[in-house]
Each structure stands twice: as structure tokens, then as C-alpha cells.
């Protein structure tokens, strides 16, 4: 059985390390040797399987205090000294830095390497750093691991392997959730409390829904970034003395229980790659107007008025329609919320898993023939 090395930052939560923990999970209980290789570790980590391994490539004792050119050269020779030992059959490293660490540190070693981008590749990977990495690193990538069609179309004329589209998978508690018996009168989120989800509007825009709809309430669920977006949001409850109606709830480890009976789903960011909060949504059935944001993650599993609602970035007064739709009209509500659950259907665990082990298995038997 092969042997796969993920490579990232840390498991510290976020969307990118989810994946890369429930990927490292299936394929150690399918028999695989995994193990993640991490430059730090963080405080609220993702648990991993026990079958999984840890390794340290980052960093070391006083490297801090040297000069950040330094700093990188070193990232690059720990993350080499550990391919060079561990010879795994495959690297697979998940956004930016990661990838450009690995392709670098696999030069000449003959291990495949199966990149994974993870965001909009127009907003993150345009800077003049990244042009000079990209045209030197990418075309020595095996293979590459997106999420939309957007973002490979970007990324396509700069790689010198294979791609594949393939979703997020949704985290099994979210699969086979009761449905509630009757909705409640709450409009929920989940995420983060940060900029680019541009809670913001969607505080505006309820202000303005609870005019018309007052028995209705807010509730956003989600751990604070700490880039000024929860003093911005408690400011603007605030001003619009919305303290009773809009509520900001915190992280919180049973989002499938709390969001299951809303009704309806509100998801307002400027841009993501393939959020797992919709995909969660969705999995739980719930009716949903969503930003058809860059790079493509909302259209890619929705389709307006099909299973959910689009509307354009940015855009308040059609978020404001969109939630007032959706509470006016409960029979399109609970069409939409039926039909976004059949995402289960294309994005659940074992499908996902089998679409990376299939890729993955691919790679390897090209270089073996190759070698």
C-alpha cells in the first residue's frame, strides 16, 4: 500500500485543514500510510486518526531570529530531509506557501507532487512573487486539485500536469439530519467573523427584512477572526439598536443541530473558494440565498432557483429580496431546501474519498511507468 504525505501550515481549523484531516483519516482506514507534515502546530487543532503521522518540518529553535529569505531557505531544506527520509510515494501540499515549498523542496527526487489550490487563484496568486514562483514551480507539478472550474480555467496554461475538479466532502454529522417538523422563524450563518464573508451587508440587509418581517430574528454562528470584523458587526447592531433580533453566537461544535430547523440559510461572502459552510447547509436541507461569488464555489453546487438562490456580490437590496422571498414564499423555500440536499449525493465522504484515492493512484502509476 502506498505511502502519501500531506503537507500544510498546521491542522489548526480552518477550511483546508478539515479536508486535509478527514482525507488522512479515510485513507489510514483504508489501509494507506499517512502522514501530515506541518511547520507548526496550532492551538485548536483538527484531531487525526491514530494511524496518522505528525512530523514536525518547520522551523527550529533561534531560526525566528533570522532573516525571512533565510527562513524560507530552511522551510525548503527540513520539508527535502523529510521527503528524502520518508521517500513517500506522493506529496500532496494544500495552498499557497505549502506548494511552493513543495514543488521546491521535491526538485529532483522523483516524487510526484499533487497540488491542491484552495482559493480564488485570481485574488491570491496575481502578486509578483507568485508570477516569478508560479512560472518556475508549476509546470513540475504531476497534478493539481481544484474546486471550481473557474479557478482550474485561471490556472490551466500555467500547469504542466493533470487536473481534477473535486469537491469538498461534507462532514458526516450534517448527512441524515432529521428533518424538523416545523421551521423556526430565524435567518442563520455560518463562519467566521471575518472581512471577506461581508457579514456586514448582511446585518444591513436584515435590518431592513425585520421591517417588514419583525417576528424573524438573525443569528450568525462563528468564531472571531480577530481582524476587526466582530467590533464592526456589534457596532452596527448597535447603531440600528437590533441587539434583540440580530444575534452573534460564537463558534460552535453542533452547527448540525442548531442551523437543522432555521428557516433559511444566508451565506453573503465577496469571495471563497468552495465554502463548507454552504456545503453544510445545503446537506441539511435548508432553503439558501447565496453570493455567486469568485472563484465559482456557490455556482458550482448551486443553481439558482433549483436548489437555492444567486444573487451578485456586494449586492444588499438583492440579498434583502432574497431572504424576503424565501420567508414569503414557503413552498419555493422548501423546494430549494429539497433539492440543495441532494449535494449529499455528490459530496459525501466516501464519494469524495474515492475521487482522491483514484487520482492519487493514477499519479503514482505514471511515474512508476515514467521510472
Same mark, same amino acid.
Given at each position: 500500500m502506498k505511502k502519501i504525505a500531506f503537507h500544510l501550515n498546521c491542522l489548526e481549523q480552518g477550511g483546508a485543514?478539515?479536508?486535509?484531516?478527514?482525507?488522512?483519516?479515510?485513507? $489510514?482506514?483504508?489501509?494507506?500510510?499517512?502522514?501530515?507534515?506541518?511547520?507548526?502546530?496550532?492551538?485548536?487543532?483538527?484531531?487525526?486518526?491514530?494511524?496518522?503521522?505528525?512530523?514536525?518540518?518547520?522551523?527550529r529553535e533561534g531560526d525566528e531570529k533570522k532573516h525571512r529569505l533565510v527562513q524560507f531557505l530552511l522551510r525548503v531544506k527540513y520539508l527535502r530531509r523529510f521527503l528524502v527520509e520518508e521517500k513517500p510515494d506522493i506529496l500532496i501540499p494544500f495552498a499557497k506557501k505549502a506548494i511552493y515549498r513543495g514543488l521546491t523542496a521535491a526538485y529532483f527526487t522523483k516524487i510526484p507532487v499533487l497540488i491542491s489550490i484552495r482559493t480564488?487563484?485570481?485574488?491570491?496568486?496575481?502578486?509578483?512573487?507568485?508570477?516569478?514562483?508560479?512560472?518556475?514551480?508549476?509546470?513540475?507539478?504531476?497534478?493539481?486539485?481544484?474546486?471550481?472550474e473557474d479557478a482550474r480555467d485561471f490556472m490551466a496554461s500555467k500547469l504542466g500536469g493533470s487536473s481534477?475538479?473535486?469537491?469538498?466532502p461534507i462532514n458526516p454529522k450534517y448527512i441524515g439530519v432529521p428533518e424538523p417538523g416545523k421551521r423556526t422563524k430565524t435567518v442563520v450563518q455560518s463562519g467566521?467573523?471575518?472581512?471577506?464573508?461581508?457579514?456586514?451587508m448582511l446585518i444591513e440587509a436584515f435590518v431592513e427584512v425585520h421591517k417588514k418581517h419583525p417576528a424573524y430574528d438573525l443569528k450568525i454562528y462563528g468564531g472571531d477572526s480577530f481582524d476587526g470584523t466582530k467590533e464592526i458587526l456589534e457596532s452596527?447592531?448597535?447603531?440600528?439598536?437590533?441587539?434583540?433580533?440580530?444575534?452573534?453566537?460564537?463558534?460552535?461544535d453542533s452547527l448540525?443541530?442548531?442551523?437543522?430547523?432555521? $428557516?433559511?440559510?444566508?451565506?453573503?461572502?465577496?469571495?471563497?473558494?468552495?465554502?463548507?459552510?454552504?456545503?453544510?447547509?445545503?446537506?441539511?436541507?435548508l432553503p439558501i440565498v447565496a453570493t455567486d461569488c469568485p472563484c465559482g464555489g456557490p455556482r458550482t453546487v448551486m443553481e439558482h432557483e433549483v436548489n437555492g438562490?444567486?444573487?451578485?456580490?456586494?449586492?444588499?437590496?438583492?440579498?434583502?429580496?432574497g431572504i424576503n422571498r424565501l420567508i414569503e414564499d414557503p413552498e419555493l423555500a422548501e423546494r430549494l431546501g429539497r433539492e440543495a440536499a441532494r449535494i449529499?449525493?455528490?459530496?459525501?465522504?466516501?464519494?469524495?474519498?474515492?475521487?482522491?484515492?483514484?487520482?492519487?493512484?493514477e499519479l503514482c502509476d505514471e511515474k512508476t511507468v515514467m521510472d
Open positions: 485543514e478539515r479536508v486535509v484531516t478527514n482525507l488522512a483519516n479515510q485513507f $489510514a482506514d483504508n489501509g494507506y500510510e499517512v502522514i501530515i507534515a506541518t511547520e507548526w502546530y496550532g492551538k485548536d487543532e483538527f484531531q487525526t486518526d491514530p494511524r496518522v503521522r505528525r512530523v514536525h518540518v518547520g522551523l480564488d487563484p485570481a485574488l491570491h496568486y496575481v502578486g509578483r512573487s507568485d508570477k516569478i514562483q508560479i512560472r518556475f514551480l508549476f509546470k513540475r507539478a504531476n497534478g493539481c486539485v481544484f474546486q471550481t481534477r475538479i473535486i469537491l469538498n467566521r467573523l471575518v472581512d471577506f464573508k461581508n457579514q456586514p452596527l447592531i448597535g447603531e440600528n439598536k437590533a441587539g434583540d433580533y440580530i444575534h452573534l453566537m460564537g463558534a460552535s448540525e443541530k442548531d442551523l437543522v430547523d432555521a $428557516a433559511l440559510f444566508a451565506f453573503t461572502s465577496d469571495w471563497e473558494g468552495l465554502p463548507n459552510a454552504l456545503l453544510e447547509a445545503m446537506a441539511l436541507g438562490l444567486l444573487i451578485p456580490i456586494k449586492d444588499k437590496q438583492a440579498l434583502e429580496e449529499k449525493e455528490r459530496a459525501n465522504a466516501d464519494v469524495i474519498f474515492a475521487q482522491w484515492r483514484d487520482y492519487i493512484e
